[in-house]
Nanobody, 122 residues
Framework: QVQLVESGGGLVQAGGSLRLICAGSGRTFSRDSMAWFRQAPGKEREIVSRISWNGGDTYYTHSVKGRFTISRDNAKNTVYLQMNSLKPEDTAVYYC???????????????WGKGTLVTVSS
């Protein structure tokens, strides 16, 4: 059974940091692009960051550039999202997803985790 499991979410004050972890199992994701999406209450799911299969290419949505860093460890089948200088507007459920091709479109992702909640208080 293929699974993606996110962890590392929680409650943090504005300006604080969190590190999200997404661990894959059931198959190797070493040749897949991996991405973090988020969905805030009443809003659509949006791409936060994406990393290519070998880590050589990354993408960040404008609002998180300079604050978030995506990385991966293919030996551990894991992708990370280091989030610094968090803002209340970063509050959302964060989801990990994979795709064979490099895409930011939620409908084109192959596998999804169940999400981890990040709450940033002001």
């Amino acid at each position: 059974q293929v699974q993606l499991v996110e962890s590392g979410g929680g409650l943090v004050q504005a300006g604080g940091s969190l590190r999200l972890i997404c661990a894959g199992s059931g198959r190797t994701f070493s040749r897949d692009s991996m991405a973090w999406f988020r969905q805030a209450p009443g809003k659509e799911r949006e791409i936060v960051s994406r990393i290519s299969w070998n880590g050589g290419d990354t993408y960040y949505t404008h609002s998180v550039k300079g604050r978030f860093t995506i990385s991966r460890d293919n030996a551990k089948n894991t992708v990370y999202l280091q989030m610094n200088s968090l803002k209340p507007e970063d509050t959302a459920v964060y989801y990990c997803a994979t795709s064979y091709g490099c895409t930011s479109q939620p409908e084109l992702m192959d596998y999804w985790g169940k999400g981890t909640l990040v709450t940033v208080s002001s």
